[in-house]
């Protein structure tokens, strides 16, 4: 799976990753659970590094998770696969 890592200076906010074509998702990283998130719940201008102090996992209830921004895979252009 090709999931775009956290990188320090891109911590764009909400909306910004409706702009640039990209979505929010949530990665566990006890379970392993990689889901995508609906941004209309959080506020347009928090960033995407802040929500990982506030959530937690869906499955195994861990807070060792990372909010990060998943671009579209750039050869044939599918979001990468949701995994629990």
């Known amino acids: 799976m090709t999931v775009a ?3 320090p200076s ?3 906010t ?3 990753l ?4 990209r979505r929010l ?3 566990c990283g006890h379970c392993g659970r990689f889901r995508y998130m609906n941004g209309a719940r959080f506020s347009q201008n928090q ?3 802040a929500l990982s102090e506030t959530l ?3 499955l195994c209830g861990s807070e060792d998770v990372t909010a990060i921004a998943v671009s579209r895979h750039p050869e044939n ?3 990468p696969a949701e995994r629990s």
């Open 47 to 49: 960033k995407v590094s």
């Open 56 to 58: 937690s996992c869906g």
């Open 5 to 7: 890592s956290p990188v």
């Open 77 to 79: 252009g599918y979001w």
């Open 18 to 21: 409706g702009k640039s074509d």
């Open 25 to 27: 998702a949530i990665l």
């Open 14 to 16: 909400i909306e910004a």
């Open 10 to 12: 891109d911590d764009p």
